[in-house]
């Protein structure tokens, strides 16, 4: 049976009519070759690491499969006479394809149609074209703010350093460049950015437009950096927003959750390049946070402090210090209580430190100390949900204390918790708008329906204390709360509306939570 339905096959295949079809499996298989190749020949290298490398490359493949889709689709049109028999059609359903994810997996993007620009004038001829897109950065976002279920565009090809300006101390980049990219040839070339978020994997574009931020109470979040903006507007047309020509209308548009249009060029303020150490204590006990908790946040350029909610103790603080001349890099063994680390350390203890960046005091460049990650490993755990809750750092040890209430329903799906601090600023839409503020951060295991229930809790206890959700990550706030404490979000409603009058680059989670629709 089966070697006749393969005889069939072959004689349709053979028959002129559908030459068109076969012209179409040439150029798809041929094409899903290179990424098999790629994937081979990584396996065959002696250092190959698992998983992190089996990630990269298994990423590489679907993203190539993604880009192949259309050719698949125009092969499966073509051939879809073909369809009508049901063995054919069965042997054809393992090409189904590949769904487009977040980079977590948790997300099923609500489409596959993808358009890569290459150029200013190839993402104002698309945008023109169509009545409704998102653009999509590296996918990091575990909520829907950058979904569409209509098209999207993405900018990676976009990702060259396009000016240096040491006099004014700015650099300008392409808008899909990412962090990782950026930052060794900023220090090459002598410079270096005030602060980094825990992973350099993210599209500098991406991250400025949900408030992305690393950790000091001096630093503000990544988005304060920027000095000029470029986008495409729906119409087509191009918008250049600078810090100092454009006072409110620019602090509206920074952080601008992908509502105004298509950034295409980023500017940002450099400073000279800098050397940092970075040191790991385990074990401060909760007391100790509790009655010093500002001078432990201070007592860095940058502070991390990891807890599970058990025991009452926060099981790792990071501390990632500037070298600074003439001043000893050796840090003392006790800290607040707690342990200097006697090795290197991941945030999620039963995960290899292999991943992270340098520790122990080693003193290395700024962009391979500030995350806690390094570009080319996994992030993070990799299969994991994220919540984070801003809250004013006036509050912050109520507000940790009303979170360790619910330890025990926290822990059996929490993998971390991170505790950092961001300086205030003046960006409308930015959790950090006026006030200076402490996030508490969840990493979950991938157990959304838990989570999803005890996130209502959470968000009750911190309800006392102001809490704005991270835009870029999963909360149950009501739209109304939300949009309550955003002062500046009636005018930002306005703004977006005279950028974009059809609302093109709208979408669920935007009209949910900005637009009130
Ligand atoms: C492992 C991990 C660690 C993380 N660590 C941190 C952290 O330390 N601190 C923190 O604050 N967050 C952190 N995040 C969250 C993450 O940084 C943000 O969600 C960020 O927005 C991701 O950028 P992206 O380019 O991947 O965004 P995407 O999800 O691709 O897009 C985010 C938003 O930006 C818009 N956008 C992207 N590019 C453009 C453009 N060119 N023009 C207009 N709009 C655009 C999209 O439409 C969307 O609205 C982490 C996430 C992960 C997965």
């Known amino acids: 049976m089966r070697v006749e339905g393969l005889t069939l096959v072959y004689h349709i295949w053979k028959y002129p009519p559908f030459a068109e079809a076969r012209r179409g499996w040439d150029v798809w298989s041929n094409a899903i070759k290179p990424p098999r190749c790629a994937v081979q020949s990584k396996f065959s290298?002696?250092?190959?690491?698992?998983?992190?490398?089996?990630?990269?490359?298994?990423?590489?493949?679907?993203?190539?499969?993604?880009?192949?889709?259309?050719?698949?689709?125009?092969?499966?049109?073509?051939?879809?006479?073909?369809?009508?028999?049901?063995?054919?059609?069965?042997?054809?359903?393992?090409?189904?394809?590949?769904?487009?994810r977040n980079w977590a997996g948790n997300l099923e993007?609500?489409?596959?149609?993808?358009?890569?620009?290459?150029?200013?004038?190839?993402?104002?001829?698309?945008?023109?074209?169509?009545?409704?897109?998102?653009?999509?950065?590296?996918?990091?976002c575990f909520n829907s703010i950058a979904d569409s279920s209509d098209q999207f565009i993405s900018l990676q090809p976009m990702d060259k350093e396009i000016a240096l300006d040491s006099a004014a101390r700015t650099v300008t980049v392409e808008a899909g460049i990412r962090y990782g990219q950026l930052c060794p040839h900023l220090d090459e070339q002598g410079f270096a950015l005030h602060n980094l978020a825990s992973l350099p994997h993210i599209s500098i574009a991406g991250a400025c437009s949900t408030g992305t931020h690393g950790s000091g109470v001096g630093n503000g979040n990544l988005a304060s950096a920027v000095s000029e903006l470029e986008f495409v507007l729906a119409s087509g047309e191009v918008v250049r927003l600078s810090r100092e020509r454009d006072g409110e209308t620019f602090r509206g548009a920074v952080v601008g959750l992908g509502t105004l249009g298509v950034i295409t060029k980023v500017t940002l303020d450099i400073q000279p390049r800098y050397t940092m150490r970075q040191y790991v204590y385990e074990n401060l006990p909760f007391d100790q946070m509790k009655d010093h908790f500002e001078a432990i946040v201070s007592s860095a350029y940058s502070v991390s402090l990891f807890t599970d909610w058990q025991k009452h103790r926060v099981n790792e603080v990071w501390l990632k210090s500037r070298v600074e001349e003439g001043k000893s890099g050796e840090a003392p063994e006790e800290f607040?209580?707690?342990?200097?680390?006697?090795?290197?350390?991941?945030?999620?203890?039963?995960?290899?430190?292999?991943?992270?960046?340098?520790?122990?005091?080693?003193?290395?460049?700024?962009?391979?100390?500030?995350?806690?990650?390094?570009?080319?490993?996994?992030?993070?755990?990799?299969?994991?949900?994220?919540?984070?809750?801003?809250?004013?750092?006036?509050?912050?040890?109520?507000?940790?204390?009303?979170?360790?209430?619910?330890?025990?329903?926290?822990?059996?799906?929490?993998?971390?918790?991170?505790?950092?601090?961001?300086?205030?600023?003046?960006?409308?839409?930015?959790?950090?708008?006026?006030?200076?503020?402490?996030?508490?951060?969840?990493?979950?295991?991938?157990?959304?329906?838990?989570?999803?229930?005890?996130?209502?809790?959470?968000?009750?206890?911190?309800?006392?204390?102001?809490?704005?959700?991270?835009?870029?990550?999963?909360?149950?706030?009501?739209?109304?709360?939300?949009?309550?404490?955003?002062?500046?979000?009636?005018?930002?409603?306005?703004?977006?509306?005279?950028?974009?009058?059809?609302?093109?680059?709208?979408?669920?989670?935007?009209?949910?939570?900005?637009?009130?629709s």
């Open 336 to 516: 607040f209580g707690a342990k200097r680390a006697t090795k290197n350390l991941h945030p999620i203890a039963e995960l290899s430190a292999e991943n992270c960046t340098e520790q122990m005091g080693v003193p290395g460049p700024w962009y391979e100390r500030l995350p806690h990650f390094r570009m080319g490993f996994t992030p993070s755990a990799g299969k994991e949900l994220q919540t984070e809750y801003f809250v004013p750092r006036q509050h912050a040890v109520d507000a940790i204390l009303a979170v360790e209430r619910l330890r025990d329903q926290i822990s059996p799906h929490l993998m971390i918790t991170e505790i950092r601090t961001i300086a205030a600023d003046n960006l409308w839409m930015s959790p950090c708008y006026h006030r200076d503020n402490v996030a508490i951060h969840f990493t979950w295991k991938p157990e959304w329906p838990e989570v999803r229930a005890l996130l209502p809790m959470i968000e009750k206890e911190l309800g006392p204390y102001q809490p704005r959700p991270h835009w870029g990550k999963l909360f149950t706030m009501g739209a109304a709360p939300l949009r309550a404490s955003y002062e500046r979000l009636p005018e930002f409603v306005e703004l977006s509306r005279r950028y974009d009058p059809k609302g093109k680059f709208r979408n669920g989670f935007l009209n949910q939570y900005i637009f009130g």
């Open 45 to 100: 290298q002696p250092n190959f690491r698992q998983p992190n490398e089996l990630r990269m490359a298994s990423e590489a493949v679907l993203h190539f499969r993604r880009e192949l889709t259309m050719k698949k689709r125009t092969f499966l049109k073509t051939a879809s006479v073909l369809m009508a028999a049901p063995f054919i059609s069965r042997m054809l359903s393992w090409a189904a394809p590949e769904k487009l």
């Open 109 to 140: 993007y609500g489409t596959e149609r993808m358009y890569s620009a290459e150029s200013l004038e190839q993402v104002r001829r698309f945008v023109k074209e169509q009545s409704h897109l998102k653009v999509l950065g590296t996918k990091h």
